[in-house]
């Protein structure tokens, strides 16, 4: 059970399946103790009654989201809002000194016109520069003492972490990357769309917004601060007939006098002292090792006849690719150790 003087955090937004799983991570935490839940749509009911799963997890009641009635219940806020609808949220939120790890898109992009190509006018420009992106892995230095963290995308969180490393190792050229990613269709939230009913899925699959996916960007961003925008990719997202979890696969062109044995070695000398990075190598991983965790695991091989390296890695787009990593984030923030609240065992089978 979280200690009394624990932090007090709240959850903006639980009734969808990020916010829902927020919960689930933050009710077992030692280090933080849950204070306030929101939702517009069921405000005044118990959060048990919208997700009996939380049951005996969580007790709260849900409430409107008022900045200033959080501030006072809160420490941290964890804003799992919609695109758009989160940025004037947080700066209110940070105006009354509580500090916010945001799961939508509205900080992850620092500039605000690369932001209004994809979603319009962005509501607090001013704080683009001020938010952390949380790909915690790379990001763990910049942590302490932020006040805003922008929790990255699911799918930016698979590309990168398999692409990152190899980029700044040298490894692979710059030129010719292509992403082909899988989701589950939790990815899309809890929203009620034809293309997302039962019907419609089962027993399919399909890609989608091939070349106009709002992930595009935040993927070619941080590809583009290791290549000085000198590179060109490929993002192509599919859609899984399953609940949760995400798999990318990756291709790439090695650069003479790269091989297996490198990159390898350069994966294990990012990745082996980390606890939520699963280093496979040549075993390339599946979807069903990361279901319910936060965590990512990644492999690789080579097509020797074209130099490519495939490299694959899987996440969890509930866990790791949205609430486990935010957890995550929270805990390198305040000085916690990362694991905490996040020790789950993949839903096998």
Known sequence: MPARDSIRVAVVGATGYVGAELVGYLAGHSGARLTAVTSEQSAGKALAEVHPFLQGTCALS?????????AGEADVAFTALPHGASAAGVAALLDAGVKVIDLSADFRLS???????????????????????????FAR???????????????????????????DAGHIEPHGIVIDAKSGVTGAGRT???????????????????????????????????TGGEHSLTFVPHLLPIKRGLLSTIYTRLRPGVDLAAVEKTYRAQYDQERFVLVRGTRLPEIREVVGTND?????????????????????????????????????????????????VALVP
Request: proline share 7%; glycine share 12%; with cysteine.
């Open 62 to 70: 849900l409430v409107p989201f008022d900045p200033k009635t959080v």
């Open 111 to 137: 500039d605000p016109n690369e932001y209004a190509r994809w979603y319009g006018t962005h509501p607090a420009p001013a704080l683009l520069d001020e938010a952390v992106y949380g790909l915690t892995e």
């Open 141 to 167: 230095a910049s942590l302490p003492g932020t006040r805003l963290v922008a929790n990255p995308g699911c799918y930016p969180t698979g590309a990168l972490l398999g692409l990152l490393p190899l980029f």
């Open 192 to 226: 009620v769309a034809t293309e997302y009913l039962f019907s419609e899925i089962s027993g399919s699959f399909r890609a989608y917004k091939v070349g106009i996916h709002r992930h595009a960007p935040e993927i070619d961003g941080n590809v583009g601060a290791r």
């Open 296 to 344: 990512c695991a990644i492999g690789w091989a080579l097509d020797a006849g074209s130099n490519t390296l495939v490299t694959v890695t899987v996440i969890d787009n509930l866990g790791k690719g949205a609430a486990g990593q935010a957890v995550q984030n929270f805990n390198a923030m305040h000085g916690l150790p990362e694991s905490t609240g996040l020790e789950r």
